[in-house]
Every structure is written in C-alpha cells, then in structure tokens.
C-alpha cells in the first residue's frame, strides 16, 4: 500500500521547482488507497437514521440515503438483500442499516453497503401502520355500505395463500370436513418483498376470471396466512393490497394470522376470520348441520300444511252450519211456479178473446170498397210527385245549360292563348327580380363573410403562433401559463404554427426574486436594503425585458 501524501507545506523554491519529497499517486492509485483505508476502518458498522431519496432501477437494487438532522450518508443494497426484505423502504421511515462503508471511485464518494435494513423499533412499524391507516380510511376504504354478503352456499372457493403450507392443509381438511366443495389455489408468497404485489394480483387475476372459462370463477375469495411476527405478516398491510381487496367485486374473506394479529387487509375485506381453519367454515356450511336443517324445514312444512287442511276444514263445517237446509231452500220457488202455472192458463184465455175481438174489428175495415177507395188516392198522389219531378227536372237543366255555356265561352282557344301570354309575362319578370335579389343577397353575404373572416384571423391566436410565439399545454389539454404549474418530469405538448410537439420537462428553475424596491405581497414598498423604515418610497415601474415580445 503506497504511503498516504504529506501535509507539509513545500518551501517556497521547491514549489516554484514543482519538486519535493511529497511522492506522486495516480488517480487510480490514491482512490484505491481510500477505499481500503475505509473499509478496514468500518468494515461492519450499524447506523440508525431516517431514510430519504429512495430509487429503484430496473436492476432490482435500491439506492437511498440515510440522514438526520445535520448529515446525509448514501446507500445501496443489492438485489440479494433486497429479495430478503420483510417491509417495503418508504420515504421517512426510521430504520436501523448494518453494513459496511465503502467509496465510489468513479465519484469521489463514499456510502453504506447495507447487508440487513431494520426498522428502528416495533413502534416504528406501527407509527407507520397507523398513518397508513387513517390514510386508507379517509379514502373510504374501510366503510360497511362497501361490504359485501358471503354466499351461503359457494360452488367455486378461490384460495390467495402459500401451497407449501399448513394453511392450506388444514383448510382443504376443514372444507372435507364440513361440506365438499371445488377449491382453486392461487400461489403467492405470503412474506417477503414479492409478497404484496403476488397477493394483490391473485386478488385481481380471481376477478378477471369468467364464469365459463377454463378455470372456474370462484364465488368467494378467501386470503390466508399462518400466524408470524408484524414483520413477517407486513406484506399485507401493504397499500396495494388493501386497494386490491377494497376493489374486488368478489366477496372476500380475511384469514391472516391468528386471532390477536390484525392487518389492513382484514379492514377491507368484506368479512375477517381469527383464523385460517375458521374461514373454511365460514366460506361453506357444514354438511350434516344442512341435512339437520332441511330435515326441520320438511318437518315444519308437513306440519303447517297439516294445520292449514284442518283450519280449512274447521272452517268449511261452520261455514255449511249457518247455510239453510235444502227443503227450504226450494220451497218457496216451488210456490211461486204453481201460482205462475195457475196464472198462466187464465191469462192464456184472456189474451186469446182479446185476439179475436182485435181481428173482427180489422175484417170490418178490408171490404172491397174501401180498398178501391185507398189505390185511386194512391195513384193520385203518384200522378202529382210525377208532375213536380219534370217542373225540377226542366229547371235544373236549364240552370246547367246556361253555365255550360259560360264555362265553354272561357275555354276557346284564343281566351286560352291570351291567359297563357299573359302568365308567361308574369313569370318572365318574377324570374328577373328573383335572379337579381339572390345576386344582391350573394353579394352582401359574402362581403359580410370577407370580413368575419378577417376579424377571425386578426383575434386568432393562430395568428399570434404565426409571429414566433408557442402555446404550451399539459397532457390534459390545460394551457400553462406560469412555470410555476410545472414540476420536473411533466408531460408537455407545445403548439407551433405549423403543428404540435411533444415535450418533458428535465428541470423546473427557482422562481426569480422580485428586485428591490418592487411591491410586497402586502402592497408595502422596499427599498435597496429591504428596509421598511423612512419616508414612503415611489414605487417602482416594473420593465420590460428586451427580449420580452407581446402576444398582441
């Protein structure tokens, strides 16, 4: 290891001459004689901080700083530690890193190599359990109008836990158990950093899934885990989990840990269980309980209709007591026809006198005479309606001829091409003024037209564009007018005359300070040194850049 360089100051001549004792290292070698200098010194070193800038390249590393209230260190964990993690890093968290300090040659810098990241204490965890608690219940997360009923009896179970553990044994146990039914396993892990991502897609992938798909849609959707420590279980406190079963349109049952443990998952499920074994029997009923059930429903069913058929009866018999009896029932009809039988032969003769008395009187009225008498005044009158029939026929006639006449005089031909030059004339001169109002009309709507148009073009700001200028707009279609709306990393569309680009922003510059003497926010003028004190000042005009153009 070469010597580290002196301190000494070099003697006036020897750093005229550039030479001295001090020995000369390269880049390369003075930066690798620091790297090994700091990592003998802190090979193993735990730092507890407050974790700030976290990044996560495609990599799988992770790149953070640790700080307090005075220094910032960096960090770095790899992709092998990080698959280890037991809770996801989050901007402000308090941790506990232990690891080893290195540098960075390729920019003079040193940092944390962290091989284990802790949080600083269970309290930590829970601070942050908490926060994110009234977070998600502020969004509405947890309210009971978004539950949904378990159905009572399911043909599909959807299960979200580990295949490799006793969990899913002692449930598919408790479902043979209990009332056998179809189980679809979905795999996930159920600790680790992967985990909340794998439980919140097999959330989804359960209700993505149709009803007559290859793999059956389930009709309830269970997600279970064995008991652990806060740590272990911390993937389902996650928020993409919680968003993921408050979303989900499938009824869903919570199952983790044991009865003591909670997480924010069993908030928004639709129904927590204290255990895995106890969410089987809630997500089936029970076999011979059913046939217990249904042996007492037919057994009450037998026994109201029993009751009904006697009530019925009890009924029809009162009913048929208060009726009257069937001799008295016909008695009195079998009265009233004998009176009518009796009526009936009197009143037969009477008629049949009144008959032939009503006869005798009309023969008396037919004699020979008589009916001679009624023709020759029938032909007589027959005779007269003659008569007036041809007077209205003659004078009918004669009323058509004379309007005959008329309408013949009207038609003859030179009447005919008189009425027909006539109306020629007239149309010929209402084509003409016709032809020269739509002219007339065609003229002024298109001057009006001319100068709509360049009123338009005077107040478009396409025109404005045309001059040098741009419009900037957000992805959203809202124009920017201040660089104060931007933050770094926004998507931008800026509008030339001649078409549209697509733009992001790299950097977002401090706002300018407003120079001296300018107006405060509170309408108070200062001057030079920021002084409020003396006389008033004059305000000051605000100036125009010289490169500052006018949109107008």
Not at 163 to 191: N, S, Y
């Amino acid at each position: 290891m070469p010597e580290t360089p002196s301190t000494g100051a070099l003697l006036p001549d020897e750093a005229q001459s550039g030479t001295g004792n001090a020995p000369e290292f390269t880049v390369s070698e003075l930066s690798g004689a620091i790297k090994r200098t700091l990592e003998s010194g802190f090979e193993h070193v735990r730092v507890r901080g407050e974790l700030g800038r976290i990044s996560r390249p495609a990599s799988g590393h992770v790149y953070l700083d640790l700080k307090d209230e005075r220094s910032v260190l960096a960090g770095v964990m790899w992709r092998g530690t990080t698959s280890r993690l037991r809770f996801q890093p989050e901007q402000g968290m308090e941790v506990v890193a232990t690891g080893r300090l290195t540098t960075f040659p390729g920019q003079s810098k040193y940092q944390l190599v962290i091989e284990t990241l802790q949080p600083a204490g269970v309290g930590a965890l829970m601070a942050l359990l908490e926060a994110r608690k009234k977070q998600l219940a502020a969004e509405g997360l947890f309210e009971d109008d978004r539950k949904k009923p378990l159905p009572f009896l399911p043909g599909v179970v959807g299960i979200v836990t580990s295949p490799t553990g006793a969990v899913i044994r002692d449930m598919l146990h408790g479902f043979d158990e209990r009332f056998p039914t179809r189980v679809v396993i979905w795999p996930v892990r159920v600790q680790g950093e992967t985990c909340a991502a794998e439980v919140a897609a097999a959330i989804r992938g359960f209700n993505a899934l149709s009803a007559g798909g290859l793999v059956p849609r389930p009709d309830v959707v269970i997600v279970a885990r064995g008991g652990g420590s806060l740590e272990d279980i911390w993937g389902f406190n996650e928020e993409v989990v919680v968003r993921a079963a408050a979303e989900s349109e499938l009824p869903l049952i919570s199952a983790v840990g044991h009865e003591t443990d909670w997480t924010l998952i069993d908030l928004a499920a639709d129904a927590r269980a204290p255990t895995p074994t106890k969410a089987a029997e809630w997500a089936v009923p029970k076999h011979s309980e059913l046939l217990e059930r249904l042996q007492q429903t037919g057994d009450r069913q037998r026994i109201a209709v029993r009751r009904g058929l006697e009530r019925a009866s009890d009924r029809l018999k009162a009913a048929g007591r208060g009726l009257p009896r069937r001799d008295a029932l016909f008695a009195e009809p079998r009265q009233r026809l004998d009176r009518a039988e009796h009526r009936l032969a009197t009143a037969l003769i009477a008629f049949t006198n009144r008959s032939g008395l009503r006869l005798t009187r009309v023969a008396t009225r037919l004699t020979p005479r008589l009916l001679v008498a009624r023709i020759s005044g029938c032909r007589e009158a027959v005779a007269g309606l003659d008569n007036h029939g041809r007077q209205a026929l003659m004078r009918t006639t004669s009323q058509r001829r004379v309007r005959l006449e008329g309408t013949a005089g009207r038609l003859r031909p030179s009447a005919l091409m008189h009425r027909l030059r006539q109306s020629r004339d007239r149309v010929t001169a209402l084509e003409a003024r016709a032809y020269q109002a739509f002219s007339n009309s065609h003229v002024s709507r298109r001057q009006r037209l001319e100068s709509l148009t360049k009123l338009l073009q005077s107040l478009s700001y396409q025109g404005v564009l045309a001059r040098g200028f741009a419009l900037v707009r957000e992805r959203s279609g809202a124009m920017v007018r201040r660089s104060a709306q931007l933050q770094a990393g926004h998507d931008l569309e800026i509008e030339f005359y001649d078409g549209r680009v697509a733009a992001r922003v790299q950097e977002v510059p401090e706002q300018r300070h407003r120079g001296p003497g300018s107006a405060r926010p509170d309408g108070a003028s200062v001057d030079k040194a920021g002084s409020g004190k003396g006389e008033a000042r004059r305000p000051t005009r605000k100036r125009r850049g010289p490169d500052q153009g006018s949109l107008f």
